[in-house]
């Protein structure tokens, strides 16, 4: 497609509940990026994959947080047992690589309410 | 830390006024600065960014940002504003050190009067 695209664009959860967040980067795109924002701050930085492997996961808030990515493709952030803390809009972006000065492109986001 | 600073949150100005929003950021290294913006329900977009050479940079809609190292600020300007500037503005850092990490401020809401 033209631009990142993230599925589902809005998810409604009970607590304790697991979510699945999908994201579709910009093809050949090999860099994708996983942020988090809550209500009224910026972006919180989560998880980054070159190509499949993820050299930096120091974002993710605790061991509930998951995220893998197929390939140079589609990658799924997966929250475990959801808190009310985790709602909030999660944002996808991808850039042509990993190297530094490289622009991201973001998604629509999915914004996922925890009951 | 590594830390970004918005220090306005929301910003209402009339049409044709000047407009400059604050952005500091705390690392000693060398930085590359980019300002997104994101407008009612759209998503974010680059607006502009710096990475080296003339500290001056000149973004899309008419935003330029300077650089000053010394103050450790990357301040987005426009001189005259427009309706359709209303939108979300986001200063970000990334360390040239750490190729993944881009660090975002909290943000600035620009509401332009008509």
């Known amino acids: 497609g033209a631009g990142v695209s993230q599925s589902p664009s809005n998810k409604v959860t009970e607590k304790g509940k697991d979510v699945e967040l999908r994201c579709d980067p910009i093809?050949?795109?090999?860099?994708l990026y996983w942020y988090r924002q809550r209500l009224g701050q910026g972006l919180e930085f989560l998880i980054y994959?070159?190509?499949?492997?993820?050299?930096?996961k120091s974002g993710l808030p605790s061991d509930r947080f998951s995220a893998e990515r197929t390939g140079e493709s589609v990658s799924t952030l997966t929250i475990q047992r959801t808190q009310q803390e985790d709602s909030a809009v999660y944002l996808c972006?991808?850039?042509?690589?990993?190297?530094?000065?490289?622009?991201?492109?973001f998604g629509p986001g999915t914004r996922l309410l925890v009951l | 830390a590594q830390s970004v600073s918005q220090h306005n949150h929301h910003v209402i100005l009339s049409e044709a006024a000047s407009l400059e929003l604050g952005c500091n950021y705390s690392?000693?290294?060398?930085?590359?600065l980019f300002w997104y913006v994101q407008y009612p329900g759209q998503h974010l977009q680059l607006l502009l960014k710096y990475f080296s050479g003339d500290p001056l940079v000149k973004g899309i809609k008419g935003f330029e940002a300077e650089f000053i190292k010394s103050k450790f600020s990357f301040n987005l300007r426009k001189p005259s504003v427009q309706w359709s500037d209303t939108a979300e503005y986001f200063c970000?850092?990334?360390?040239?050190?750490?190729?993944?990490?881009?660090?975002f401020g909290s943000g600035t809401r620009l509401s332009i009067r008509p």
């Open positions: 972006a991808s850039s042509g690589t990993y190297r530094t000065r490289e622009a991201q492109y």
């Open positions: 970000a850092v990334n360390l040239y050190s750490s190729a993944s990490k881009i660090i």
């Open positions: 690392y000693g290294g060398t930085v590359n």
């Open positions: 093809s050949g795109h090999t860099a």
């Open positions: 994959f070159q190509g499949n492997s993820a050299p930096d």
